[in-house]
């Protein structure tokens, strides 16, 4: 299986995911200096399978390889013929804003523009999930496993007395006990329950932030790739 896989063509879109990644300024700072180059691929690698593209380091290694061999071939092509032949390479701009000597500045203003109306999805479903029936559902049942209190203790009866009037006046001040001891239960009760709602509601908003930022980061990489080819 992996001798079939090592034959099998990189189609555009999938080499243009991996570039990428591979350009972005995360990926370009772990790789500047460093020894050992699989951790970073291997990151690269697992996006990649986010994205659809299932590859192995092997293949990734040996893809940029031949990226890069035809990034410099071309770019002594150009050296001895001029600026005017033509690029036959589709992924030269995005090669050439990293292993070239201009700064890649071209698609700046597009990626920006591009996070910043992501960042506002993803600011606008983390409010919306704050309403979200499905949500308040979720929340319904969890609550019900919230651990109250412990039932309050009977009070032993007091001893008879043959004093009506004693007996009364006990009986009255049993009751206002009483009736203290439940409203400090059920403030109690409410405290927890109150405090139970909030870590649930925040730990599936940072669940669901972490998520989406994920894709933003991808989504964002690609957004420049795409502008970089249009700039050809």
Known sequence: MDAIKLKQQWSEEETSCFLALWSSSEVQSKLDGASRTKPVLQQIQREMAVAGFDRNLVQISNKLKKLKKDYRDQKKDLGRSGNGRPRRNPHFDVLDSVLGDRPACQVTGALNSATIMLESMVDDSLQQSSTDPELSVINDR???????????????????????????????????????????????????????????????????????????????????????????
Request: proline letters at 5%.
């Open 142 to 232: 969890d609550d019900d496993n919230v651990e109250l209190p412990p039932p309050l203790g009977c009070s032993s009866p007091a001893p008879s007395s043959s004093s009506s009037g004693e007996a009364s006046s006990e009986r009255g001040k049993r009751k206002r006990d009483s009736t203290s001891d439940l409203v400090q239960y059920l403030e109690r009760a409410d405290e927890r329950f109150l405090q139970h709602s909030k870590d649930m509601d925040d730990a599936l908003r940072q669940d669901m932030r972490a998520d989406t930022q994920s894709l933003l980061g991808l989504m964002g990489r690609m957004v420049a790739v795409m502008e970089a080819q249009v700039q050809k």
